[in-house]
């Protein structure tokens, strides 16, 4: 397959004038890349089509490497519709901020601008241990994990048989402080995640 030097050229032009304007702030300048940018889409997918050939009508005393390929034809086709959909979208955009602001640059966001100025190190998402951010903190399992608690009440503190209460039942403290740990050792799991 052969290929056109001056399509590409052309095309190498308006990618690199589409890339430009694309990248201002203006929304009319912006607009006007992405139509450079679909025209030269649009000729690329033409280069990739080949030399023209007849049109693609079945006939028997034809080869068929003298045929045009109609793939490409039916992209730009679609290329086109998809431009044209972007273009008027783009429109309806630069109007609506004309209408509100009288300007059609986009302004720096005073949140972006917030965002960007914070320090990249953050103390409690950084730390190698991770703090306790929840508004209930563990008191039923002590410090030294075999307490109950590290602020025992009268309710709470374990009596001379070391039995704490629970609810309308006295349970041994050992149990009340494994119920606090993962996996607890004093419930016996039944078939089915149930409990025996």
């Known amino acids: 397959m052969s290929v056109n030097l001056t399509l590409l050229t ?48 079945y006939n028997k005393d034809t080869g068929a490497q003298e045929y045009s390929d109609p793939l490409p034809q039916a992209l730009i086709l679609t290329s086109i519709v998809i431009s044209f959909a ?36 953050d103390a409690e998402d950084d730390a190698p241990i991770p703090a306790e951010t929840s508004e209930f903190p563990l008191t039923m399992l002590g410090g030294d994990g075999r307490t109950v608690s590290d602020h025992p009440t009268a309710a709470d503190a374990p009596d001379e048989t070391g039995s704490v209460t629970a609810g309308a039942k006295k349970i041994p403290a050992s149990d009340a402080a494994a119920e606090e740990q993962p996996g607890s050792r004093n419930v016996t799991p039944g078939p089915e995640g149930g409990v025996k």
């Open 10 to 57: 052309v095309m190498g032009a308006l990618y690199a004038c589409g890339i430009y304007l694309i990248l201002e702030r203006s929304l009319t300048r912006v607009l006007l890349g992405l139509m450079l940018l679909a025209n030269a889409t649009n000729l690329l997918i033409l280069a990739t089509g080949g030399y023209a050939g007849l049109a693609p009508l």
């Open 86 to 121: 972007v273009t008027a979208f783009m429109l309806g955009i630069i109007y609506r901020t004309w209408v509100l602001a009288r300007q059609d640059e986009i302004q720096d966001d005073i949140e972006d601008l917030r965002v960007a100025e914070t320090p990249r190190f």
